[in-house]
Nanobody, 125 residues
Framework: EVTLEESGGGSVQAGGSLRLSCVFS????????VGWIRQAPGKEREGVAG???????FYADSVKGRFTISVDTAKSTVYLEMGSLKPEDSAVYYC???????????????????WGEGTLVTISS
């Protein structure tokens, strides 16, 4: 069974940076499409970034140029480097994975099989 555990959330001022980490356990991370989904209070969940087995990365338009996703296969860890943070980036960020690509796509398709518990990111203006 795949399990995911996030860390690295916190509170920073607008313009600052954070790095989220997600430890992937239970299988070979290199076989999965892994990424990050966020959800702010009262808003729909939003795919943020994903990386496929070939290392191709995908980003939501709202974070392109500011966020970078990467995978360290030796550590079975997915990272999300977030820079130039804005108050609208505030949300709970979930690490997620599935054997099949689940991002980008519609909100309805944003249903990967495996999710972490989430880590809260708060950006103050």
């Amino acid at each position: 069974e795949v399990t995911l555990e996030e860390s690295g959330g916190g509170s920073v001022q607008a313009g600052g940076s954070l790095r989220l980490s997600c430890v992937f356990s239970g299988h070979k991370i290199s076989l999965y499409f892994v990424g990050w989904i966020r959800q702010a209070p009262g808003k729909e969940r939003e795919g943020v970034a994903g990386i496929d087995r070939a290392g191709t990365t995908f980003y939501a338009d709202s974070v392109k140029g500011r966020f970078t996703i990467s995978v360290d296969t030796a550590k079975s860890t997915v990272y999300l480097e977030m820079g130039s943070l804005k108050p609208e980036d505030s949300a709970v960020y979930y690490c997620a994975a599935d054997y099949h690509r689940w991002f980008p796509g519609t909100v309805e398709a944003l249903k990967p099989n495996y999710w972490g518990e989430g880590t809260l990111v708060t950006i103050s203006s």
